[in-house]
């Protein structure tokens, strides 16, 4: 149980043009989803937190206006990177977390890259 | 602040046992993950410790000490396969991962 997916693995696309990515949860209803973004050799950097029904919260320093993040269902969350730029290109991971918060179960993560 | 130390690369031979150690400070505490991430690839959880003491699941245990700010990871005969990167995670008061940077595990025959 508690598997999460990300769809697409991996997207190549040209500067100035907007990405989706969608996370769901597949077998347990998420009620807070997690957004994450990894460049290489580094640890995963929270970008955002969303709650179902309501607005993400962002990380300082994370542009909300660029990084559009939707959780309008309890099993479905996506992160739009809009005017998408080469320092965009990232690893970028979803998680999921039931009511209790203790486990996240991660998505397989969405390679970006910007050319 | 926030933080959270773990050492950035430890070396091990095939068979032999290895302990990763984390440290942290954190607003308040609900708990320490560690997870195992292969290069490429998104985390995947390994242990969750809340209380004192130590967990033990197969080859892997993992230890926590709230008084000290401490845990550690214990992998037991070591295989190839765990070369990868151990992150360790605590959870504050306002049940939000902290994360540390991560331990590369290099496994030698």
Redesign the interface.
């Known amino acids: 149980g508690a598997v999460v997916s990300q769809h697409p693995s991996w997207v190549i696309c040209k500067s100035g043009t907007s990405v989706k990515i969608e996370c769901r949860s597949l077998d347990f209803q998420a009620t807070t989803m ?1 957004w994450y973004r990894q460049f290489p050799k ?3 950097m ?1 970008m955002a ?1 969303s709650n179902e029904g309501s607005k993400a919260t962002y990380e300082q320093g994370v542009e909300k206006d660029k990084f559009l993040i939707n959780h309008a269902s309890l099993t479905l969350s996506t992160l739009t990177v809009t005017s998408a730029h080469p320092e965009d290109s990232s ?1 970028y ?1 979803c998680s999921a977390t039931e009511r209790d ?9 969405t ?1 970006l890259t910007v050319l | 602040g926030q933080n959270i130390d773990q050492p950035t690369e430890m070396t091990a031979t095939e068979g032999a046992i290895v302990q990763i150690n984390c440290t942290y400070q954190t607003s308040g505490f ?2 320490l ?1 560690w ?1 195992q991430q292969h290069a ?6 390994l242990s ?1 410790n809340v209380l004192d003491g130590l967990e033990e699941k197969g080859r892997f245990s993992s230890f926590l000490s709230r008084s000290k700010g401490y845990s550690y990871l214990l992998l037991k005969e070591l295989q190839m396969k765990d070369s990868a990167s151990y ?1 360790c995670a605590a ?1 504050d008061s306002n ?3 902290i ?4 331990t590369k595990l290099i496994i030698k025959p």
């Open positions: 997690f580094q640890s995963l929270l937190t690893f991971i918060y203790n486990e996240q179960f991660f998505g397989p993560g390679r | 609900n708990g993950f997870y490429g690839e998104a985390p995947t959880f969750y992150l959870l049940y939000q991962l994360w540390g940077a991560g």
